[in-house]
């Protein structure tokens, strides 16, 4: 007999079936308890069943839930842009936003913004959008056009826009005889060079998530690496749209990561940590300055969904923002970042099979190598981030899997990034369980 009719990302995993959340922690029906370590796909951001958002969900419901957005505009719509605005760069840079329902639809709507863009002023062959190998932007058509994870491209290649691509500041595993800051610079100017090759006439954008997650297992660029490529985009007459699906409010120990890098996208996306996942939504800010043809010319944006800018989702969204501000979760995730990346780098002293320990705020990856002189991955057939991921779940540890960077998605690589909430306690706990997980591991491995 079938035990389930809910299809799951794989036939083969059986899963627990959740209960309930509290804080850092998710409890499963037989009372199992798990540490969020990765906020699910780095998204519960301020853990959970806080109680203010749940307020927040039930106010909202007993007012409107839905509304449809052109019909109707709403108060939680309208005050959840605004603050978006406020909070994203200087007063003089107005960002307006476009609210969809996942990372991948805010990346479908930030490509076609920068097509029309160029429409409106005449320029029609401006449609190509040049992204990272190594890069994750979405599951959608478009989004998976422009993104540099293999394993999720693959299956699809063939109806997949052939987008140019470019190497990703990968120092790691740079050539031996180059300074990190040479390798940036020489991965900066391959966007030149695309934008030559393929004639900028035809290119719209570059899109790029400000730290590498997913694809990259956290790959954390230099603020000179992203002035030169600003300073190409600009050259060349190119937007700059930046992936903040993952690394948005918060996460890094800024509001937006590209506040580290004092370059200000005209494009700018947001997710995951937006409504730290008690509601689908997400958004595309978009420059005045981008907009300003729009308006002046077709007067409309050809996107958006039936649930875009829902009142019940913009209310959670809200309550979050307003959470993550009174708790002043923002420096928090900047200094309880310091705390975590020193234990697991000092946790990296007694676990050979760690390469590497990167990441920025909360956003933290590890790179698991089988020679650390030689920076030899893994063989692709062992699944190393799989065995180390579901030994960590049978200790009540969650980390999240990705891909080390390498062109060609191999290579080992974990993110840990738990809720922005977490206590001293809780990460020296995270450490302890990921250090048993990984001896566990190693000690099978011999
Ligand atoms: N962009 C980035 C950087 C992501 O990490 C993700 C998801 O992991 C996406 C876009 C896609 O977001 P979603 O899964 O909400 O569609």
Redo the contacts with the bound molecule.
Sequence with gaps: MNDSWLIKPSFDDVYPVAAYGEGVFIYDEHGNKYLDGSSG??TASIGHAVPEIVEAVTEQARKISFVYRSQFTSQPAEKLAEKLNDLAFEADDPYYSFFVN??????ETALKIAVQYWQEQGMYRKHKIISRWTS????TMG?LSMSGHTERRKRFAPMLEDYPGISPPYCYRRPAQESCSDYEMKCADELDAAIRRTGAEQVAAFIA?PII??AGGVIVPSAEYYKRIKEICDHHQVLFIA?E???GIGRTGKMFAMEHYGVKPDIL?L??GMSAGYAPI?AALIHDRILEPIRKGSKAIIGGHTYSANPQSSAVALAVLTFIEKHQLVDRSAKNGEYLVNQLRNMALTTPIVGDVRGKGLLIGIEFVSHLFTKTPFPKQLNLTRLLVEKARDKGLLIYPASAGIEGGDGDAIIVSPPLTINKQEMDTLVKLLQDSIHEVQRDLM
């Design positions: 796909a780095v996942s990372g991948s639809e805010a990346n994750y932007h979405g599951i989004a998530e997650g997913a992936d699906v993952m690394t996306t997710g995951k997400a």
